[in-house]
C-alpha cells in the first residue's frame, strides 16, 4: 500500500517538488535545437568570413533575429539542465555543489541575456 | 560501520571497456565543452553589437590558429552531440534499446558527426574561397 496522500499521487510530484520537469524539459529544448542548430551551422557556413556589415545586416533580417532569439534560449535552458545534471553526480561535497550548481544557473541565465541583448541591440539599429 | 567502510558495487574501472560506454561519456564531456564553447558565440554577438573595431578583433582570434583549433573542435562537438542527442531521443520512446542495434547506432552517430565536421568546414572554406 502507498503512504502517499490521494493529493500526492494525483500530482505525481516527489521530494524534489517537480517530477518529470526537469527530464522533460531538456527533451523539450533538445528536439527544438534540432532544427536551430542545423540552421545555425548552415547560416555559420555561409557566413564565414563575412564583414561587420554584412553581419550586422544578416542579424537584422527579422526572421534570422527570431532564430537567433529561439536558439538563445533553447541553447542556454538546455546547457544549464545539463550542467546541472553533471555537477549533482560528480561534485560530491555540499557546500561546494550548491555553490556551483547557484554559479552555473547564474552564469547561463546571464549569458543568455548577453546573447539576447545583443541579438535586439543589433536588430533594432545598432 | 561508518559511510566509508560500506561496501562498493563494482565501478567503471571493472568492466571491459566498450563502445556504448565510450559514447555515452562523449555525449556528456561534448555537452560540457558545448558550454564553454557558447562563450563563442556570445562574443561573436557582442563583438558585431559594439561595432566594427571589436569585430576585428573578434575575426582575428578566430583567424588565429588557436581560435580555429577552439572552433573546429567545437563544430564536431555540436554534431555529436546533436547525432548522439537524436539516438538518446529514439531510445526515449522505448527503441533501440538491444545491445547490437545500440552499439550500431553509437557508431552511426559517431561517424555522422566526423563527416558533417568535415563537410561544415570544407564549404566554410569554399564559402571563403580558399579551396
Request: net charge positive; hydrophobic share 55%.
Amino acid at each position: 500500500m502507498s503512504f502517499q496522500s490521494q493529493l500526492c499521487r494525483v500530482r505525481g510530484l516527489g521530494s524534489a517538488k517537480n517530477g518529470t520537469h526537469h527530464w522533460w524539459m531538456q527533451r523539450v529544448t533538445a528536439v527544438a535545437l534540432i532544427p536551430l542548430c542545423l540552421w545555425f551551422a548552415i547560416a555559420m557556413i555561409k557566413m564565414t568570413g563575412a564583414s561587420h556589415g554584412d553581419a550586422v545586416a544578416w542579424v537584422q533580417a527579422p526572421f534570422n533575429a527570431i532564430m537567433l532569439l529561439l536558439l538563445i534560449g533553447a541553447t542556454f535552458y538546455h546547457m544549464q539542465l545539463g550542467l546541472q545534471v553533471v555537477i549533482e553526480d560528480y561534485v560530491q561535497s555540499e557546500g561546494a555543489k550548491v555553490v556551483l550548481l547557484m554559479a552555473q544557473k547564474l552564469a547561463s541565465f546571464a549569458l543568455a541575456v548577453a546573447a539576447g541583448f545583443a541579438v535586439l541591440k543589433i536588430a533594432f539599429g545598432g | 560501520m561508518s559511510t566509508n567502510e560500506r561496501p562498493l558495487s563494482p565501478h567503471l574501472q571493472i568492466y571491459r571497456w566498450q563502445w556504448t560506454m565510450a559514447g555515452s561519456i562523449l555525449h556528456r564531456a561534448t555537452g560540457v565543452g558545448l558550454a564553454v564553447g557558447t562563450l563563442l558565440l556570445v562574443g561573436w554577438l557582442l563583438a558585431m553589437a559594439e561595432g566594427p573595431d571589436r569585430y576585428a578583433a573578434y575575426q582575428g582570434f578566430i583567424d588565429h590558429w588557436f581560435g580555429r583549433l577552439l572552433l573546429f573542435g567545437w563544430t564536431w562537438a555540436l554534431f555529436y552531440h546533436l547525432c548522439n542527442g537524436i539516438r538518446h531521443l529514439i531510445w526515449d520512446t522505448g527503441s533501440g534499446l538491444g545491445l547490437n542495434v545500440a552499439a550500431a547506432s553509437g557508431y552511426a552517430a559517431a561517424a555522422a558527426s566526423i563527416i558533417l565536421s568535415v563537410i561544415a568546414w570544407v564549404a566554410a572554406y569554399s564559402t571563403m574561397g580558399a579551396i
